[in-house]
Nanobody, 115 residues
């Protein structure tokens, strides 16, 4: 069973910033792709950003230039600073790791962008 420790999220005004973080076990962390998906009410879950063990990153078009994913192998943690947040970024953000052909999910954290 994969375990995650997620933090960050909350309520912020449009144009504001938040940072998500997600840690998992060292043995898993160093060998796989990790990142975040998000799901807004009434919508399908969508990829936000991912980063591989080779530091290759992938972003949804809607967040490019505003979100920057990074990983700290020493801390077994992935970070997602989110800048210039917009109301349409409001969603539950799920940390995930791709492991042996399957995505494993964290419990999710709520991000709400509202004035």
């Amino acid at each position: 069973q994969v375990q995650f420790v997620e933090s960050g999220g909350g309520l912020v005004q449009p144009g504001g910033s938040l940072r998500l973080s997600c840690a998992t076990s060292r043995r898993i962390f160093s060998a796989n792709v990790m990142g975040w998906y998000r799901q807004a009410p009434g919508k399908q879950r969508e990829l936000v950003a991912s980063i591989g063990s080779n530091e290759h990153t992938n972003y949804a078009d809607s967040v490019k230039g505003r979100f920057t994913i990074s990983r700290d192998n020493a801390e077994n943690t992935v970070y997602l600073p989110m800048n210039n947040l917009k109301p349409e970024d409001t969603a539950v953000y799920y940390c995930y790791i791709y492991l042996t052909g399957t995505n494993y999910w964290g419990r999710g954290t709520q991000v709400t962008v509202s004035s």
